[in-house]
């Protein structure tokens, strides 16, 4: 079953880097996903300053605004999709995850149609 | 029809969690259940409860199961890539007739309290899963319309079937994560018992945990909670169905062999390690049973045990009982000093049995226009009936 596991960094410093762990952190986990034949695919995202939102409206007008703008002090930073057997497994993985420890991670199953 | 009556309250946990272990399916293995229990309720009234009532019933579940999945075709390729997957996972054992059916009701306590699941879902799960009661059952032991109660077990089942919650018990270095999360279901049902005065429901909470006890024999916090249950329960004939104060109730009709039962398990819930949270409210709860009347219970002892509890589980609302065992032990001016000290705990803002304690304290001082004030405050936030009432009586003391 795939499980898309959603980076929520916290508020990122001056820098523009979630603070807390290092890039050897991700280096290692990431390595360890990809060595326990789970990984499916996954992306670290650019700043949320370069994010840009699309929308199109009932008469067809494509409105383009700059954003999101995060609501809450966490932003997305990445994501991975893994296959793992059921949701402890991927809680697991997520708990692992560098993003956990100084932000959050959503799992949420991949709709199977 | 007795008899009747017990035979599937104790058997369609153990029914339901040996289905649900088979085919992976909540919504399935419900049905089956029901269906099974039905076909009883027709034949044994007729013919007598067979001598293995248990193995029937699983036999019958399974025919039902097996029609089922032969008319539903998705259910059955459902099945099939279930049935693959346990075949990777080791053989599945087949139920054994005759002999005593396996128990797989620990998987199911710890599903249905899953900490993916919302807290009240989790409660509102195992009591329709463990404690066999039907929707209307349970929500009316909550008080929400049968349609939102239906409602709330429909989504918590979506989700452990389509989050693929799965049906097992967490290993060794998880227990001690996901036990408190089991046990604070059960506990919420006890009280819920209590705050909604359904009897019925906090002796559910007793009996489900008297089965986890006899499923996790190793894990002190259970016979903990059991005893704190059982010590609580013991005093209900003297509440007189509404909110009698420690001080106030007829210890005479107190149930002593639940007291007796209850202490035997904290000792238990005691020995062998550092306490628990549970066991070590059973153990204050266990000083209040002891004693032959209010004056005379062990105050020292029981503000030793809340020291304990705070380091444990610190919370204003444990700091407030603390302190209310501490006026006991060092007169009313040490309880209020230390009440006022809590007074910034944005927890007991308008927390009436705080404003209630207060209330008490400045009374006991000779201070009775605070009292009044501090009665009046609490009667303006307190929730319930019983609650008012027994706030208006301390009222009209004054």
Redesign the interface.
């Given at each position: 079953?795939k499980y898309l596991l959603l980076i929520n960094a916290d508020t990122v410093d001056e820098a523009g880097k979630p603070p807390g762990c290092e890039p050897a952190d991700w280096m290692a986990y990431d390595k360890e996903v990809k060595e326990a034949g789970i990984f499916v695919s996954g992306e670290s995202l650019a700043d949320l300053v370069t994010a840009t939102s699309v929308r199109v409206d009932a008469a067809g007008k494509r409105t383009v605004t700059d954003g999101p703008f995060a609501e809450t002090r966490e932003v997305l930073g990445g994501f991975y999709v893994i296959d793992v057997?059921?949701?402890?497994a991927a809680?697991d993985w997520a708990a692992r995850c560098p993003g956990s420890r100084d932000g959050s991670i959503t799992v949420?199953?991949v709709a199977d149609f | 029809m007795e008899s009747v009556e017990a035979v599937f309250r104790e058997e369609h946990g153990r029914l339901l969690a040996a289905l649900v272990r088979r085919y992976g399916d909540l919504d399935l293995a419900e049905e089956v259940t029901s269906e099974a229990i039905e076909a009883a309720l027709r034949h044994w009234p007729a013919e007598g409860v067979p001598p293995k009532p248990g193995a029937w019933l699983m036999t019958t579940a399974r025919r039902k199961a097996v029609d089922r999945l032969r008319r539903d075709q998705v259910l059955a390729a459902r099945l099939a890539v279930l049935q693959v997957?346990a075949d990777r996972a080791g053989p599945v054992p087949a139920p054994e007739f005759g002999a005593e059916l396996p128990d797989e009701r620990l998987q199911l306590f710890f599903t249905c309290a899953?900490p993916?699941l919302a807290a009240e879902d989790r409660i509102a799960l195992t009591l329709r899963c463990l404690g066999g009661l039907t929707t209307p059952e349970v929500a009316r032991a909550f008080l929400v319309p049968t349609e939102t109660m239906a409602k709330r077990i429909t989504r918590a089942k979506k989700k452990i079937r389509?989050?693929?919650?799965?049906f097992?018990v967490?290993g060794a270095d998880e227990l001690p994560d996901r036990l408190p999360v089991v046990l604070q279901a059960i506990y919420s049902i006890f009280t819920e018992g209590y705050a909604a005065q359904r009897p019925d429901l906090a002796e559910e909470a007793i009996r489900l945990t008297r089965i986890l006890h006899r499923l996790l024999p190793s894990e002190r916090e259970i016979p903990g909670l059991l005893a704190l249950m059982l010590l609580v329960h013991a005093r209900r004939e003297a509440r007189d169905g509404g909110l009698l104060l420690l001080a106030e109730q007829d210890r005479a009709r107190w149930d002593r062999a639940m007291i007796d039962e209850g202490r035997d398990l904290v000792v238990v819930a005691l020995t062998g390690g550092p306490p628990g949270p549970y066991g070590v409210q059973a153990a204050i709860a266990a000083l209040h049973d002891e004693a032959p009347d209010f004056a005379q219970t062990d105050w020292p002892q029981i503000v030793a045990l809340y020291d304990v509890l705070l380091a444990l589980t610190p919370s204003p609302v444990v700091a407030l009982n603390r302190a209310a065992a501490v006026a006991m032990r060092d007169g009313p001016q040490a309880g209020l000093d230390l009440l006022d000290s809590l007074a910034g705990e944005p927890l007991l803002r308008g927390h009436h049995p705080y404003l209630a304690a207060r209330a008490d304290l400045l009374d006991r001082l000779g201070r009775p226009g605070e009292a009044r004030q501090a009665y009046e405050a609490a009667l303006g936030q307190a929730g319930t009936e019983p609650e008012r009432a027994l706030l208006r009586r301390r009222l009209d003391t004054l």
């Open positions: 079953m057997p059921d949701l402890d809680l949420r199953p | 997957e899953h993916a389509e989050a693929r919650i799965p097992r967490p």
